[in-house]
């Protein structure tokens, strides 16, 4: 868990972005622990940062990713 975890530290970085340990764990107890998802994840939040404008937050992922 802690590879995965640092692979998708690394990913973060190499878009700029910073995420918190928290944030990490969190998408990994919610969407499990595959890292293409995760990855896809990221990016999907890094879009949604960029066009809203706004820092990467749990909170932010949370509405965004659990937006119905």
Do not use: C
């Not at 640092?6 to 970085?13: P, S, T």
């Not at 879009?47 to 706004?54: G, I, N």
């Amino acid at each position: 868990r802690e590879e995965k975890q640092q692979a998708l530290i690394i990913r973060a970085e190499a878009l700029d972005l910073v995420l918190t340990k928290e944030l990490i764990t969190w998408l990994m107890n919610h969407f499990g622990e595959d890292l293409a998802q995760l990855t896809h994840l990221i990016n999907y939040l890094s879009q949604a940062s960029w066009t809203l404008k706004r820092p990467i937050t749990l909170p932010f992922a949370k509405k965004v990713l659990l937006a119905t």
